[in-house]
């Protein structure tokens, strides 16, 4: 078991740009989610899958965000044309089915846009 | 719908004194409930969880809370502070059943005082 990893880190970006962060959770989970942490603020709901499937998102993701899943494994998310209000802390975490065991976090991907 | 509400932002004690950070929740289903504790610049650690049964449960670090129906509350103590202990302290619920996404509460942030 070696976690959730996200990747990039940090990533800073010029406003109108477009960029893409990773997410490997851990091999034997399900389920795949994606918050959103602005400073001060607990961690929002923004799309979640189950295997490769996405089955729900957030009225928080406009149109310029796309998360994808491809084969039931790692997960990108997609902001394309980025706004200042879009930096914050983007969180991915792992479940396993029905996530009674609770989630496991990544230490998340911190985006600033200037 | 499920919410959260952390009161007050921010909470100090001394070392070895009492921790109480209070969580309340509202849900329109019996609820799955958890607390996570947040290092700066690092990601979500869960510190325990209440599914079913046993209304008490104990967390790593020392850390318990008590699932209280009647009150709709989910409180976090710990009986002596560590200064360990200071981060960001955050409530979290989330529906039994097949769609299990997290809501947050805004969080707690915990200063311990030598």
């Known amino acids: 078991d070696t976690g959730v990893s996200q990747d990039p880190r940090h990533k800073i970006t010029k406003r109108g740009q477009n960029v893409t962060f990773r997410c490997d959770p851990i091999?034997?989970?399900?389920?795949l989610y994606w918050y959103r942490q602005t400073l001060g603020q607990g961690p929002e709901f923004l799309t979640y899958?189950?295997?490769?499937?996405?089955?729900?998102k957030s009225r928080l993701l406009s149109d310029r965000f796309s998360a994808e899943r491809p084969k039931g494994s790692f997960s990108t998310l997609e902001i394309q044309r980025t706004e200042q209000g879009d930096s914050a802390m983007y969180l991915c975490?792992?479940?396993?089915?029905?996530?009674?065991?609770?989630?496991?976090f990544g230490s998340g991907t911190r985006l600033t846009v200037v | 719908a499920q919410s959260v509400t952390q009161l007050g932002s921010h909470v100090s004690v001394s070392e070895g004194a009492l921790v109480l950070l209070r969580c309340n929740y509202s849900?329109?289903?019996?609820?799955?409930l958890f607390w996570y504790v947040q290092y700066p610049n690092q990601g979500l650690q869960l510190l325990l969880k209440y599914t079913t049964g046993a209304t008490l449960v104990k967390g790593i670090n020392g850390f318990e809370a008590e699932f209280k129906k009647s009150e709709t509350s989910f409180h976090l103590t710990k009986p002596s502070a560590h200064m360990s202990d200071a981060a960001e302290y955050f409530c979290a619920v989330s529906p039994t059943g097949a769609n299990s996404k997290l809501t947050f509460g805004k969080g707690i942030t915990l200063s311990v005082r030598p």
């Open positions: 091999s034997e989970h399900n389920r």
């Open positions: 849900s329109s289903v019996p609820p799955y």
């Open positions: 975490a792992s479940s396993r089915l029905a996530g009674e065991d609770g989630y496991t």
């Open positions: 899958f189950q295997n490769e499937a996405q089955l729900e």
